[in-house]
Nanobody
Framework: QVQLVESGGGLVQPGGSLSLSCAAS????????MGWYRQAPGKQRELVAT???????NYADSVKGRFTISRDNAKNTVYLQLNSLKPEDTAVYYC?????????????WGKGTQVTVSS
């Protein structure tokens, strides 16, 4: 059974930081690409960052230079470091897993973790 469990969300002030984690089970983690998506109220879900099994990363322009995605295959965990947070970063952040050769998004989703950036 596939499970992706996010953690680390919370309330932070503008300019602050958060570290998100996604623990995976039920998948062959080491061969999958992993990604983070987010969805703000009234908005479509959007891709934030991805990382391949080889460690290559891509970021949405809106977060480039502020967020960092990484993975630890030994721990079956993908991370997202969020720095210099802005109110427009407020959203539910979802972990996503994609098998080799398939298109984004992958078929496996976590339930999400809330990130709120506000004074």
């Amino acid at each position: 059974q596939v499970q992706l469990v996010e953690s680390g969300g919370g309330l932070v002030q503008p300019g602050g930081s958060l570290s998100l984690s996604c623990a995976a089970s039920g998948i062959i983690f080491s061969i999958n690409s992993m990604g983070w998506y987010r969805q703000a109220p009234g908005k479509q879900r959007e891709l934030v960052a991805t990382i391949t099994r080889g460690g290559f990363t891509n970021y949405a322009d809106s977060v480039k230079g502020r967020f960092t995605i990484s993975r630890d295959n030994a721990k079956n965990t993908v991370y997202l470091q969020l720095n210099s947070l802005k109110p427009e970063d407020t959203a539910v952040y979802y972990c996503n897993s994609k098998t080799p050769g398939s298109s984004w998004p992958g078929t496996s989703w976590g339930k999400g973790t809330q990130v709120t950036v506000s004074s």
